[in-house]
């Protein structure tokens, strides 16, 4: 069984950042391909950004078009922790922003919830104008 921890949401200003952190348990964090996703009200849920596991140390990141170039996902293995770094919000990145593990080594990619085996409780994000 693998937990997942969402912490750093709250509440941002327009043109402002805010980091998001995923604290994982597991004995094979390494191997994990990582990703955000968010559920704005009235929406369906979004993928965000993946850190996808290639084999090895290889590591892909792949993002939303609407989030490239303002938000950055990376790890760190040894903290079992990803990151999600937001910058130039925007009122409507207001979502809760869930974090999402896939352990078995199955997808590359990682921009559909279905491959993913394990979610966060998520953590509020409300950006202002």
């Known amino acids: ?19 998001l952190y995923c604290a994982a348990s597991g004995r094979t964090f390494s191997r994990y391909s990582m990703g955000w996703f968010r559920h704005a009200p ?22 939303a078009n609407s989030m490239k170039g303002r938000f950055t996902i990376s790890r760190d293995n040894a903290k079992m922790t990803v990151y999600l770094q937001m910058s130039s919000l925007k009122p409507e990145d207001t979502a809760v922003y869930y974090c999402a593990a896939e352990v078995w080594g199955r997808t590359k ?16 994000v409300t950006v202002s104008s």
């Open 42 to 63: 009235g929406k369906e849920r979004e993928f965000v950004a993946a850190h996808a596991w290639s084999g090895g140390t290889v590591y892909n990141k792949y993002y």
């Open 109 to 124: 990619v990682g921009r559909k919830s279905e491959e993913y085996d394990y979610w966060g409780q998520g953590t509020q």
């Open 1 to 19: 069984q693998v937990q997942l921890g969402e912490s750093g949401g709250g509440l941002g200003q327009a043109g402002g950042s805010l980091r």
